[in-house]
């Protein structure tokens, strides 16, 4: 734990519109601005997941952000979510369906009915009253809460990942109590999740050419010699025509088709030194020859878990799901045309059809009149279009992209994207439209 780090909670109804109702207790964090003479404000953390731990990744970047602790305190906390995953019913634990891509209507109504009575049954244990209450709209309240239980007149805040959502949700609610918004790898729910996926698939596909063109030019890449990204395409073409039959040890017996291939196989982040790429090609090599082993854990893992009541009600209420079976066969003939490597429907959607609440926070355009000027930061070899899309919603806000792969910035101690963002949230300054900063 840093040096100087303070912990408190406070109490939060589960049903913001029931405030003498349930509440929950959320765990807060502080690092005390190092100067205080010369203190801001407060920076908040708003952290991604859904159902990731602010605290830990205030721990993680605290080293990284000595510079912006100067001025500001250091501000964290366990969202609802969070809490949600470590209290959920182990029934909610339970996957609904065997997650797959529909092949036509009946079997999407199929899988829909499905995950109805997984969500039904996980309610029904449910001794918490979170499940209902997950949704963005509902952490960006417990924000506010937060900026009032710090006595803060408007909080600068730093959102990533799935934290865009919250971001975009406390916008919604509370624009007069933002004074600077740093976004760093954030998906922008409010073009639609269909959207979302179709962007981050046509990064996929410039990731495949990207792994092709390395493993031309790297002898120790085990596909060396052949065009690795059509060895790729065609290991998943003939996966959905004759699924490879795996065996987890922790997961048990399973088939892998082209689509979880596709979904839980493919790695646009090549790692250090591309170690990642380099056991992609190992696998690739060995699954066509039957051998699909070296993906089984990772895929047959996240086909449960992308169809739990516990991970599904994260998001759920931010309308993740496909709306119906035309929107699905909408989003297969748009993402055909635009990243043709990696068709098929999202998994983070399939599961989400059959959610059984109200949506709460569904997407939909923003209202960005009056807000402040914001700076974003994403990876030109990741992130980037997830963010560049936020913010260009808000008039006068920058973009900053890092020249290589990754998510989240901030977390992983990129020292350029950082000196930007405490620039930005001590003086209200951007750095020019167009900045990149170099790969560290």
């Known amino acids: 734990m840093p040096a100087g780090m303070e912990c408190g909670a406070i109490d939060v109804p589960v049903d913001w519109s029931r405030p003498r109702g349930k509440q929950v207790r959320l765990e807060l964090a502080r690092l005390r601005a190092s100067e205080p003479a010369a203190r801001v404000g407060s920076v908040l953390g708003v952290p991604g997941g859904p159902g990731s731990d602010g605290i830990e990744d205030l721990k993680l970047a605290a080293p990284h952000l000595t510079e912006l602790r100067r001025r500001f305190d250091l501000v964290a906390y366990r969202p609802r ?23 036509d209507r ?15 049954a996980c309610r029904a244990d449910d001794t918490t009253g979170l499940f209902a209450h997950l949704d963005g709209l509902s952490i960006a309240r417990d924000m506010e809460a937060v900026r009032r239980a710090l006595g803060e007149e408007r909080l600068s805040l730093m959102a990533n990942s799935y934290g865009g959502v919250v971001a975009a949700a406390y916008i919604r609610l509370f624009p007069q109590r933002i004074r600077a918004m740093y976004l760093d790898g954030v998906v922008n729910q409010t073009e639609g999740w269909p959207m979302v996926n179709l962007v981050t698939r046509v990064g996929s596909e410039q990731a495949l050419e990207r792994f092709g063109r390395w493993c031309a030019a790297t002898p120790a890449c085990a596909l060396h010699g052949e065009d690795a990204a059509d060895v790729w395409r065609r290991l998943t073409r003939a996966a ?32 250090p030194d591309h170690a990642r790429w380099l056991t992609l090609a190992e696998w690739t090599d ?88 914001m700076l974003g930061a994403g990876a030109l070899e990741g992130d980037f279009s997830w963010t560049e899309r936020f913010i260009r919603m ?37 750095p020019a439209p167009g900045t990149v900063c170099p790969a560290e």
């Open 394 to 430: 808000v008039p006068g806000s920058v973009t900053v992209g890092y020249d290589g792969p990754g998510h989240v910035l901030y977390l992983s101690g990129r020292k350029c994207p950082i000196a930007h963002a405490t620039t930005y949230l001590t003086e209200l300054r951007l």
């Open 81 to 103: 979510s969070n809490v949600w995953g470590k209290t959920a019913a182990p029934s909610c634990w339970e996957p609904g369906v065997a997650l797959r891509d529909p092949r």
């Open 106 to 120: 009946r079997d999407y109504e199929a899988v829909a009915a499905a995950m109805a009575k997984a969500f039904a």
């Open 240 to 271: 959905d025509r004759e699924p490879i039959p795996v065996t987890s040890q922790q997961f048990g017996e399973g088939e892998l088709t082209g689509w979880h291939l596709r979904n839980f196989g493919f790695v646009p982040d090549p790692g």
């Open 286 to 373: 060995r699954a066509r020859q039957g051998d699909g082993s070296g993906f089984a854990d990772f895929a047959l893992g996240n086909t449960r878990a992308w169809a739990t009541p516990a991970i599904l009600a994260m998001s759920c209420g931010d309308g993740r799901g496909y709306t119906g079976w035309a929107q699905l066969r909408q989003y297969r003939r748009d993402i055909r045309e635009a990243a043709p490597s990696f068709p098929g429907a999202a998994f983070d959607q399939v599961g989400c059809i059959g959610w059984t609440e109200p949506v709460a926070n569904p997407p939909r355009p923003l209202e960005v009149r009056g807000l402040p000027p």
